[in-house]
């Protein structure tokens, strides 16, 4: 199935989570999801196996959604310590 066609009309907005490791951010992103976008579960979100063994976010993940005025771009960020590499790059593509 084909993805829908972005619609350039709404602002885009590139936000993300950030944090500490096990605070919420991955469940933030699946809820925020859940309300405004094509819901995405907890591991749909940390797909690799390795984030799946583990239990952490170990790479950046991309999702979108919209809401009645804008068009969102959001980045879940690792927060464990030995990732900080990979959250500078996720935390690099957001909005201010």
Known sequence: MAKE????????????????????????TAAITKQFGEFKDYDQIDAAPEEKARGITISTAHVEYETDA??????????H???????????AQMDG
Not at 5 to 28: A, E, M, Y
Not at 70 to 79: Q, T, W
């Open 81 to 91: 310590a030995d990732y900080v590499k990979n959250m500078i790059t996720g935390a």
């Open 5 to 28: 066609k972005f619609d350039r009309s709404k602002p885009h907005c590139n936000i993300g989570t950030i944090g500490h490791v096990d605070h919420g951010k991955t469940t933030l």
């Open 70 to 79: 804008r068009h969102y771009a959001h980045v879940d960020c690792p927060g």
